[in-house]
């Protein structure tokens, strides 16, 4: 199991920018990919962006391409997501998971969530 603890959520305004960072522990060496996503109130959680662990290759939701972007910092082992130009639509629990390999697209390991609210 890999352990992930997110920070970096906040209240900003539409327009601003908010990053946020996902530090992960334990059985690292067995993740694939990283991703984050989000789930609103009366929502289903949705898929936000991922990048692979050791790789250099993104995933971005429409809904953020060009806005938001992925990186990752294997020394610090630490996932960021780095969101311009927010929109209220953003406000959201945003939570990181790692993808194991082996295990297909599946997500097993998640953090906490942060809270993001994006006032207009």
């Known amino acids: 199991q890999v352990q992930l603890v997110e920070s970096g959520g906040g209240l900003v305004q539409a327009g601003g920018s908010l990053r946020l960072s996902c530090a992960a522990s334990?059985?690292?060496?067995?993740?694939?990919?990283m991703g984050w996503f989000r789930q609103a109130p009366g929502k289903e959680r949705e898929f936000v962006a991922a990048?692979?662990?050791?790789?250099?290759?993104?995933y971005y939701a429409d809904s953020v391409k060009g806005r938001f972007t992925i990186s990752r910092d294997n020394a610090k082992n630490t996932v960021y997501l780095q969101m311009n130009s927010l929109k209220p639509e953003d406000t959201a629990v945003y939570y990181c998971?790692?993808?194991?390999?082996?295990?297909?697209?599946?997500?097993?390991?998640w953090g906490q969530g942060t809270q993001v609210t994006v006032s207009s």
């Open positions: 998971a790692a993808n194991p390999s082996g295990l297909g697209n599946k997500y097993d390991s």
């Open positions: 334990g059985r690292t060496f067995n993740i694939y990919r």
């Open positions: 990048h692979t662990w050791s790789g250099s290759r993104q």
